[in-house]
C-alpha cells in the first residue's frame, strides 16, 4: 500500500578534501546561499570531526539547527564526461546572511535534480533531436544549427524581422543570469530585430511593474534587513511562507515574534519600537496568514480578505483614509515626488463605501490597515511600513494601474529609501537581465495574438519556458501552435535524404502557407517541445558560471561543479552558435551588413559574458560596475548588493538600499477600471459560478520542471489540486481527491480536489502550472491595454465531477496547510 | 532510487562501515533473523528490533513517546482510528515516526485536531496516515517511517526505519 517516497537511510559525507564551491539557489527571488562539495565515488569522509569536510561528528545525534544534516535529497552521484563519477552534496550555507543555514523544500532539494543517467533526470536533453518522419532525433549541433540558421535568414530575408518570434527566459537564477540574458538580447535585438519578442511568461516584451518604473522607483529597492525593522509589513498578493519561504520564515517572522528588537533599538536608536505587524491581502487565508497570526498574535495580524480584481479600490481607500487622517509624509511630497494632484484627483476620490462594496472588505478594516500603514508612532516620528507586493496584485485586473496605486500609497506616506521601509516586489524569479534595448514600443504587441495565433510569424523560438500551459489562454495557444507546426511537419516527411537548404526551402514554401518553424530550446522535453523542429539542449544550474541578483539585489557567482548532459551547452552559446552561423551566411552572399549585426558573438567563457553584458545594466538597479568572477568568489555566498558604487581594495561596494540620498519620484494617478468585457461575459453566465484564482504553492517551483523529477515532490502532488470550499463541494456531490473538470468557452482542465476553507465559497484555486493539468486552459485573453500584461489571476469556470481516482487519493494528504 | 545506484551504494557501504551489512555485525544487535525476515527496507544497516509498547497501551488519537533505534532518536508511536499506510495492528492504524523534523530537526507534536505532525520551528507539518507525508513545510524528505510488526501477545515492535532520520549519516549511529 506505501508510495509513501522516503530517502536512503544513511547518506555519504564529504571527506576532507572534497573541492568545494559556492552557488546560490536555481529557483525564487530570495537567493539563498548554498555550499557544494564534490568527491570523487568511492572514497568517503570518516564520521569523525576530523574526518570529513563538514568538521561534524556524525557519531552523535546533532542538535537541532545544526546546519550540518543531508539530508538524502541534497546528495548525488553525477556522471562526468570523462566518464568518472563523482558525489555531490548541495547544503544550505550557515554563512549566508540570506538564509543563514535554512533552504526552503525547494532549494534544499536541489541534490535530487542533478543530472543522472541512473536518476529521475536521466531524461534531460543531451543532444540535439530534429524532426524527422515523425520522430524527434538525436543530431549534431551542426545541422541542427545550419537547419536553423537557414530557416531563420531566410525568413528574415523575406519577410523581415517580426517574422521571427520569441519566447525566452528573462531572469536570474537557473536558467537566466546577465551571461545567457545578454546574448539572447543581443541575438533577437541586434541581430535580428524583431519586436515579436515575448519574457517566458506572458506575452509581450514587457516589464511588470512599467508603473513602477513611471513612478521613478525601481522593482527592488530595500533590503531583506528593512523587513527586520518595519513596524509594518504591508504583503499583497503574497503567500510567502509559501513562495519566498526563507524571507518570511529568517527576516519577517523574526520581526513579528520581537526577534529583532534589539537589531532595531541599535540600528533606529531615538524611537519608539515595537514587534512588527503584519497585514496581507489575499483573497484566501494562506498558510501565511495562519503563521503570522501565530507567531504575532492574532491583534498584530490583519488579512484582508480582497474580492478578486478590485486591488486598486482597496489601495486608493487605504491612500484617502491616510490623507485624510493627516498620516501623509508631507515633506517627502513636497521635496521628492511630482504630479500629487493628479493622484489627488483621481486615487483619493475612491469613495469609501464604494471601496467597501467593491473589495468586500469592511471599513473597520480599512481603518486598521491605514492606522498599522502609516499613523504616525509620535508627534514626530514616522512609522516605518515596507511594502512588499507580487503575482497577486502584478497579475490582478490591471497591471499597470495595480501598481500604481500600490506605489503612490508608498510615496505618500514616505515609506522610502529609509530603513525599515520600502515599495517593490518580493520577486518570484530571481534577476539577471542585461540586454541591448528592445526594438518594439510601448505598450508592446502581444506575440501570442499576433505572431502565433494571428499567424503573423513564421519561426518561433522558445527556450526556459513552457507556454502551451504557462501562458494565458493555453488551450487556443495550444491549438494553434499544433495546428501550425504540423504543416511543416508535413513539409518535411517529404524531404527524406534532403540537403539542409532544401530542407529550408521546402520548409520556407509551408510557412509562407501558415506553417510555424519551432525551436524548443530548453533542459527537459517539456510539453512544448513535442511541437517543436528542433530541440535544443540546454545546460543549467551548477553545469556553467552564472551571476544573478536576489530580491535585495544581492549579486553573487554561482559557480559551475559539474558538467552538463551530453553536448548541452549553455545558452549563450547556443545563441553564439546561430548568430556565428547566420554571420557566415550573410559573408557569403557579400551582404556585409547583415553580417555585422550577427558578429560579436566570439566570447570563450562565461565571464567574458558577464562582462560584455556589463554595459547593459549602467545606470540600472542591477548596475555591477566592473566587477569580476574573481572578486564575487571572494564574496562568496554573500556577494554583494547592487548597484556598485566603486571598486575599493579590489572588491565592489555596495548599495543596501535604493533612494536613501536621492532619487525623485513620481504619482502616476489610479482609479479601479470595473471587469473587462471578456470577464464581464463569465460573470454574467450562470454556468461559470466560480472565480477561479490561482498561484504557486509551497513545494513546486513554476511549471515543476524539476519537481516532477523529485519524487518528495511529485508525490505530494501527482496531479494539479483544486481547492474547494466544502459547502461548494457538498452542492457538487465533490469529495477529497475527486477529479474534477473545470470548464468555461476558453477550455477545459481536470484537476484533483481539495476540500478547504482556506476560500470563501463560490471561490476555488488551483496550482497554477502543473504538467498533468495546466489551470490557464481557463484564463480568458484579457490583457492590460496599458502593458500587455494578463489578468491571470482571475477567470471563471464551471466545475463537474468527473470521478475517483483511486491509486492516488490513498496516497494524498488532505490535511489543510493553513494550520499551525 | 533506482536499482543501479542502490547497487552502488551497497558497494561503497560496504567498504565504508567496515562489513557493517555481513551477519557478524547483525547478530550482535536485537533479533536479526526476524528483522530480516520482515523488513521490507532495502538496508545495509543493521536496525535492532526493539519493543515499543503493547497494543493495550495505545489509545486513538494520542501519541506515545518513545525511542528508536536508540535512545537519542526520540519517535512517536500512534494509533490513528483509521488504516493509514505501513499500518500494522488488528485495524492496521498503529504508525510511528520519527519525532524529528526533517527541515531542521525540530521536535514535533502530534495534533489530533489536524491529525498531523506539527514542527514548532519553521512550521512544517506531516500525516501520519499517509506515510508521513509532508502536508507543507520546507522539510526535504518525508517523515522517516518506523517498521512495525505486532507479535502474538499484542507487543508491537520497531524493525528499521525507511528514510534518513534527522541530525545523522546514517540511521545507526557508528
Known sequence: MSTTHHGEDRVPVPPSDAQQFTTVCSYCSVGCGYRVFKWPQGQEGGPRSHQNALHTDFTKQQAERSGKWIS??????????????????????????????????????????????????????????????????????????????????????????DAIAMKFFDHGGGGGGFENNWAVGKFFFSGIGTQMASIHNRPAYNSEVFASGDAGVAALPS?????????????????????????????MLPNLSGATMAKKQRLLPGEPHHPGKMIIVDPRRTSTVAIAESVAGKSNVLHLQINNGTDIALLNALSRIVYEQGWHDQAFVTNRTDNFDAFKAMNLTQDLNDAVRITGIAEAQLMQAATWIAKPKTETTRRRTITLYEKGLIWGLKNYENIASAVDLGLLTGNLGKPGTGCGRLGGHQEGYSRPAYPGKRPPVNVDEVAIKGGGSKVFWVAGCNPVGGTLNAQQFRLSLARRTTLVNQALDQTAGATTQEKAAAILKTVEEGGLFLIVQDIYPIETAKYAHLVLPAAQWGEMNLTSINGERRLRLYQKFMDAPGVAEPDWKIMAMMAKKIESL?????????????????????????????????????????????????????????????????????????????????????????????????????RYPFWVNNGRANHGWQTLYDDARKPLVIGREPLPYVEIHPLDANTLGITNGDLIELFNPYGTVTAMAVMTDANRPGHVFMLFEHPRGWLNSLTTDYVDPATTIPYYKGTKAGIRKVGEMPGIKETVSFVPTNRV | MSDLSRRNFFKLGAGIVGGACAASALTQIGQPSEAEARSTLATILPYPRTRL??????????????????????????????????????????????????????????????????????????????????????????????????????????????????????????
Open chain 1, 586 to 686: 550573410y559573408r557569403a552572399e557579400g551582404k556585409i551588413d547583415m553580417a555585422s549585426r550577427f558578429a560579436g558573438f566570439d566570447w570563450k567563457t562565461d565571464e567574458e559574458v558577464f562582462r560584455a553584458a556589463s554595459v547593459g545594466v549602467k545606470g540600472a538597479q542591477e548596475d555591477y560596475g566592473e566587477t569580476t568572477y574573481a572578486m564575487l568568489r571572494t564574496l562568496g555566498t554573500n556577494g554583494v548588493q547592487t548597484p556598485v558604487k566603486e571598486i575599493a581594495k579590489g572588491l565592489p561596494v555596495g548599495t543596501t538600499r535604493l533612494y536613501e540620498n536621492d532619487g525623485k519620484f513620481k504619482f502616476i494617478s489610479a482609479s479601479w477600471p470595473g471587469f473587462p468585457s471578456q470577464v464581464q461575459q463569465l460573470m454574467n453566465d450562470p
Open chain 2, 53 to 174: 509498547a503493547s497494543l493495550k497501551e495505545l489509545s486513538v488519537g494520542k501519541d506515545l513517546s518513545r525511542t528508536y533505534p536508540d535512545k537519542f532518536s526520540p519517535i512517536s508511536l500512534l494509533k490513528l482510528g483509521q488504516k493509514a499506510i505501513n499500518g500494522v495492528g488488528p485495524d492496521q492504524d498503529i504508525v510511528a515516526f520519527s519525532r524529528y523534523c526533517t527541515h531542521m530537526g525540530g521536535t514535533l507534536t502530534y495534533q489530533s485536531e489536524t491529525g498531523a505532525y506539527h514542527c514548532p520551528l519553521h512550521y512544517a507539518m506531516f500525516d501520519p496516515a499517509k506515510g508521513g507525508l509532508i502536508v507543507i513545510g520546507q522539510a526535504t524528505d518525508n517523515l522517516p517511517q518506523l517498521e512495525l510488526e505486532v507479535d502474538a501477545k499484542g507487543d508491537i515492535y520497531a524493525i528499521g526505519v525507511k528514510g534518513l532520520i534527522y541530525g545523522r549519516q546514517a540511521n545507526i549511529l557508528t
Open chain 1, 72 to 161: 538524502p535529497s541534497m546528495h548525488s552521484v553525477v556522471t562526468e564526461h570523462d566518464g568518472r563519477r563523482y558525489h555531490v552534496a548541495v547544503l544550505p550555507d550557515s554563512d549566508c546572511v540570506v538564509n543563514n543555514g535554512n533552504h526552503s523544500i525547494r532549494g534544499g532539494t536541489h541534490g535530487s535534480v542533478l543530472y543522472g543517467q541512473d536518476r529521475p533526470t536521466a531524461d534531460r536533453l543531451s543532444y540535439p533531436l530534429i524532426y524527422r518522419g515523425g520522430n524527434q532525433l538525436p543530431t549534431t549541433w551542426e545541422e541542427a544549427i545550419e537547419l536553423g540558421a537557414h530557416v531563420i535568414k531566410t525568413c528574415l530575408d523575406t519577410w523581415g524581422p
Open chain 1, 223 to 251: 533590503a531583506y534587513l528593512d523587513a527586520e525593522l518595519a513596524d509594518t509589513i504591508f504583503l499583497i498578493g503574497a503567500n510567502s511562507y509559501e513562495t519566498q519561504s526563507i524571507y518570511f520564515l529568517e527576516h
